[in-house]
């Protein structure tokens, strides 16, 4: 069955790094397009980036555009988000999803399956 895994919970400090994976396993990962999405306390969960299958092209939020970088590693079935820095408004469950209909956008109707998510907390 089709699992994606994102790694433990962070804690950085503002303006600091921190990398983000997800692990799938159970579909074949070259094939699909990858994204991750992020939910804040009290807030609708957003896109935050989308790769497509080679790692290629992406896409990004406005709000993360220039701090954050998605990557992928087919031959580990791994996708990625670096994180730099970072402000206390990135603070949320983090989660990564694949896209089944390959096309990188940001809606979360374009993707089928998710991760149980990851905590990030930045503080000030």
């Known amino acids: 069955q089709v699992q994606l895994v994102e790694s433990g919970e962070k804690l950085v400090q503002a303006g600091g790094s921190l990398r983000l994976s997800c692990a799938a396993s159970?579909?074949?990962?070259?094939?699909?397009?990858m994204g991750w999405f992020r939910q804040a306390p009290g807030k609708e969960r957003e896109f935050v980036a989308a790769?497509?299958?080679?790692?290629?092209?992406?896409n990004y939020a406005d709000s993360v555009k220039g701090r954050f970088t998605i990557s992928r590693d087919n031959a580990k079935n791994t996708v990625y988000l670096q994180m730099n820095g970072v402000k206390p408004e990135d603070t949320a469950v983090y989660y990564c999803?694949?896209?089944?209909w390959g096309l990188g956008r940001k809606s979360q109707v374009d993707y089928d399956y998710w991760g149980q998510g990851t905590q990030v907390t930045v503080s000030s």
């Open positions: 999803a694949r896209d089944r």
């Open positions: 159970g579909f074949t990962f070259s094939s699909f397009y």
């Open positions: 790769i497509n299958r080679s790692g290629g092209g992406t």
